[in-house]
């Protein structure tokens, strides 16, 4: 990798550094002849030249990481050479937040590192290595090596609230029985926010030519539908959960007063 030189010696801030062809592919997770392909389509602008070998920076990048998101969200090459070769060079990075945004909402959650004994009794439970596994096989823990006290939280708010729900008498192996149908359903909700989020926020900033000026706009907007989007799923699986427990105590006192009127027929007989 070559890095411009400063005044004062070598600048290693990004918008300082500097790529070779293949350097920048590598870094853009594509191969050289797709990063050729798309500068000879002005996808990106020449880089700077020094002797025979060109020179690529952070702006290169950009608009290749953005050129590579919008292609494989399945938009066709010519839809994204409309898009960025409308929208200035200002743009690529809003636009690669916006992208980034969509894709991942919540990927904030720091995990927990939590001692195996307080797990347990967090859980009001013994020492369980299958259920540690159990949590490991659906991604919400993991064992820290060299350490055989300790489970990292790699969802500690999960881990917690379902470590509450078995203290308070749940069978651990029925809670979580119930993550993977969770997670299913769940994702698939968050598809369809997310898919109606782009088709009425994200495209028609892309169809505009992704304009630096209605970026904040369009991140704010995106950011605010995040947490909508829990609250409404959360108020209607609250009002679900409240029919569900209704039916099931409405079927168990039918059960209750179809023995209790049996009871006196056998005794009459």
């Known amino acids: 990798m070559s890095v411009t030189e400063g005044p004062s010696g070598p600048d290693d801030a990004d918008g300082d550094l500097e790529f070779t062809v293949d350097e920048l592919a590598a870094r853009a997770n594509m191969t050289v002849r797709n990063v050729r392909a798309y500068a000879a389509r002005g996808l990106i602008e020449p880089p700077r030249l020094e002797g025979r070998t060109g020179y690529y920076h952070r702006g290169h990048l950009q608009r290749l990481q953005l050129v590579r998101d919008l292609l494989d969200r399945g938009y066709t090459l010519a839809a994204v050479e409309k898009a960025v070769l409308s929208s200035p060079a200002s743009a690529t990075a809003p636009a690669l937040d916006l992208l980034h945004l969509l894709d991942e909402p919540w990927n904030d959650v720091e995990p927990e590192l939590m001692s195996r004994d307080a797990l347990a009794a967090l859980a009001n439970v013994g020492r369980d290595d299958g259920l540690i596994e159990a949590l490991v096989e659906f991604g919400l823990a993991a064992w820290v090596e060299d350490d055989h006290e300790s489970v990292l939280l790699v969802?500690?708010?999960?881990?917690?609230?379902?470590?509450?729900?078995?203290?308070?008498?749940?069978?651990?192996?029925?809670?979580?029985?119930?993550?993977?149908?969770?997670?299913?359903?769940?994702?698939?909700?968050?598809?369809?926010?997310?898919?109606?989020?782009?088709?009425?926020?994200?495209?028609?900033?892309?169809?505009?030519?992704?304009?630096?000026?209605?970026?904040?706009?369009?991140?704010?907007?995106?950011?605010?539908?995040?947490?909508?989007?829990?609250?409404?799923?959360y108020a209607m699986f609250r009002k679900e959960l409240a029919a569900a427990i209704d039916a099931e105590i409405g079927q168990q006192l039918a059960e209750v007063g179809l023995r209790g009127r049996s009871a006196p027929a056998d005794a009459d007989d």
């Not at 495209?203 to 991140?219: D, I, K, M, S, T």
Request: charged fraction near 20%; charge should be negative; proline fraction near 11%.
């Open 155 to 233: 969802q500690p708010a999960i881990v917690r609230n379902g470590a509450a729900a078995v203290a308070l008498g749940l069978p651990p192996k029925d809670i979580i029985e119930l993550f993977p149908l969770l997670q299913r359903n769940l994702r698939e909700i968050a598809d369809s926010f997310v898919e109606n989020a782009v088709k009425a926020i994200a495209q028609p900033f892309l169809n505009r030519g992704l304009p630096p000026e209605e970026a904040p706009e369009v991140l704010g907007a995106v950011e605010k539908l995040l947490p909508v989007a829990s609250q409404v799923t």
